[in-house]
């Protein structure tokens, strides 16, 4: 029997997941580290933090099995970051991460010298300060000194491919997400290179998802119990991994994460261009395909926040149940109520920093559970929103898999499927689609599988929820109400910001 080890290098911690090689989840581990928070928005991470995890982590896994079987290693991993390493491989700061939104005057800078309708044409993004690029100029604008030493940018799971193999590689998602590389061409862009200011050759080679990135050397081998040699492939960023994960490996096939943060996506043969960029679009790990994306900042976030300050009083199972039941007791509109979702700004749909979470209707005859119903309901307004675009721009979805914590709570999926008015499908695993996807991948590297949609071997759907005609009416009309909410308090955000 053939093994694939996929590790999911995300924000709290390293997960490494063994599967077979006919889909059985095998096993599972996690080690978690450390994030450092500073200055409101500086978020940073030790790199060798997450080598150490993953070190102890594929120990674990490799005495489960024998390592000779283990047929490939291959990763899913957090994306955006900018990892400045040495030409020894050697991590020389710490990451800055996702999160991390330092790098403002280099925003405006790029916004300033390229047209922003240009640099998404060309990236499939906006311009802004969460992306790698940006952080990269931060570095060398501030850390003049760092940028010198500085042999190549990588991300964080660059970086353990680097650990393992010797060899400083990327591939096209995470390429993507410095917002540096050139969607169509699948290369760097050279004109916003040239822009930024930033050398190229201290962007690494990037490679397709499923090409080998290098073998395991014997040093790597002696840590971690892995077999000298064993081969490992690229894999890519955590959120495109999600799409192969759920099986969307065919054109217009869509999935939603429910997580902290949130998001719709589908597969496409072609970039889809917003004229309004409200969506982006990455490169796909199948060659050749793309995949448009709406991300918002706080979706299950929101729910966790409202669940943790209205339900403090129980322990967290009463917390979800009581929460839900209440919930559920509520009307559709919640008696009135709207909740605007942008507890840390937005990004997709309304791409605003300074939006804040509002309350907006509340009266003495509401309850915790129409709160509660209301905070629902607007993370699914939100999205709605984004799936709204991609259906502006000829996307045609008709069915959504949705995975991550969100997805576990059948009155949220009643919700998304009568707010989308498409059909909502739950798989057995909804906090695996990563790590299926990363599997996959390398097992496609390998030539283990001939096809992604060996994805679909890896999970079952066990619950569909069909939209109700009359529901998707009556939140038609709220979602009016909810755009209309928001833009009439854009100039307050902005005052309440400052």
């Known amino acids: 029997?053939?093994?694939?080890?996929?590790?999911?290098?995300?924000?709290?911690?390293?997960?490494?997941?063994?599967?077979?090689?006919?889909?059985?989840?095998?096993?599972?581990?996690?080690?978690?580290?450390?994030?450092?928070?500073?200055?409101?928005n500086w978020c940073e991470q030790d790199a060798d933090d997450w080598w150490g995890a993953v070190v102890e982590v594929t120990r674990e896994v490799t005495q489960k099995v024998d390592p000779k079987d283990i047929a490939a290693v291959s990763f899913s991993g957090q994306m955006m970051g900018c990892l400045c390493v040495d030409g020894n491989g050697n991590a020389i700061r710490n990451s800055l991460i996702w999160a991390d939104m330092r790098a403002a005057d280099e925003e405006k800078y790029l916004k300033d010298n390229i047209d922003g309708k240009a640099f998404y044409d060309i990236t499939g993004h906006r311009i802004a300060s969460s992306y790698g690029g940006p952080k990269m100029m931060w570095i060398k604008n501030n850390e003049p000194d760092i940028y010198a030493r500085t042999y190549k940018f990588l991300n964080a799971k660059d970086y353990i491919i680097l650990k393992l193999t010797g060899n400083f590689v990327t591939e096209y998602t995470d390429a993507a997400s410095t917002a540096f590389w050139d969607l169509k061409a699948h290369k760097w862009s050279e004109k916003i290179v040239e822009v930024s200011g930033v050398d190229m050759d201290k962007l690494p080679l990037a490679l397709p998802s499923t090409a080998i990135a290098g073998k395991v050397t014997k040093q790597a081998a002696a840590l971690t119990g892995l077999l000298e040699g064993t081969p490992v492939v690229c894999g890519g960023g955590d959120g495109v991994c999600s799409a192969i994960g759920t099986a969307c490996t065919k054109v217009g096939l869509a999935h939603s994460c429910m997580g902290t943060s949130s998001w719709i996506a589908l597969t496409s043969d072609s970039p889809v261009t917003d004229d309004l960029m409200k969506i982006n679009t990455w490169p796909h790990i199948i060659p050749d395909h793309y995949l448009p994306f709406g991300t918002m900042q706080s979706g299950g976030g929101a729910f966790n926040w409202a669940l943790k300050e209205l339900y403090s009083y129980s322990n967290d199972k009463d917390k979800f149940d009581v929460s839900t039941m209440e919930a559920a007791a509520s009307p559709i509109g919640a008696k009135g109520l709207l909740f605007l979702p942008y507890l840390i700004g937005e990004r997709s749909p309304r791409w605003n920093p300074n939006a804040k979470g509002v309350f907006a209707g509340l009266t003495l005859e509401h309850n915790r559970g129409d709160m509660m119903r209301a905070v629902m309901e607007g993370v699914a307004l939100n999205l709605g929103v984004i799936l709204k675009?991609?259906?502006?721009?000829?996307?045609?979805?008709?069915?959504?898999?949705?995975?991550?914590?969100?997805?576990?709570?059948?009155?949220?999926?009643?919700?998304?499927?009568?707010?989308?008015?498409?059909?909502?499908?739950?798989?057995?695993?909804?906090?695996?689609?990563?790590?299926?996807?990363?599997?996959?991948?390398?097992?496609?590297?390998?030539?283990?599988?001939?096809?992604?949609?060996?994805?679909?071997?890896?999970?079952?759907?066990?619950?569909?929820?069909?939209?109700?005609?009359?529901?998707?009416?009556?939140?038609?009309?709220?979602?009016?109400?909810?755009?209309?909410?928001?833009?009439?308090?854009?100039?307050?955000?902005?005052?309440?910001?400052?």
């Open 1 to 40: 029997m053939n093994y694939l080890l996929a590790h999911d290098l995300g924000t709290s911690g390293n997960k490494a997941v063994l599967y077979s090689e006919d889909g059985k989840l095998v096993y599972s581990c996690t080690k978690s580290y450390g994030l450092k928070v500073e200055n409101a």
């Open 389 to 498: 675009s991609m259906q502006r721009c000829g996307c045609t979805v008709d069915n959504i898999v949705t995975v991550g914590g969100g997805a576990k709570n059948a009155l949220w999926r009643r919700i998304f499927a009568d707010v989308y008015n498409v059909r909502i499908q739950k798989p057995d695993y909804t906090d695996e689609a990563t790590s299926m996807g990363a599997a996959v991948t390398g097992g496609v590297g390998v030539g283990l599988y001939d096809s992604f949609d060996v994805a679909n071997k890896f999970f079952t759907i066990e619950d569909t929820t069909l939209p109700i005609a009359e529901n998707n009416e009556k939140y038609n009309a709220i979602a009016e109400l909810f755009d209309e909410c928001y833009e009439s308090l854009v100039p307050l955000f902005d005052k309440l910001h400052n």
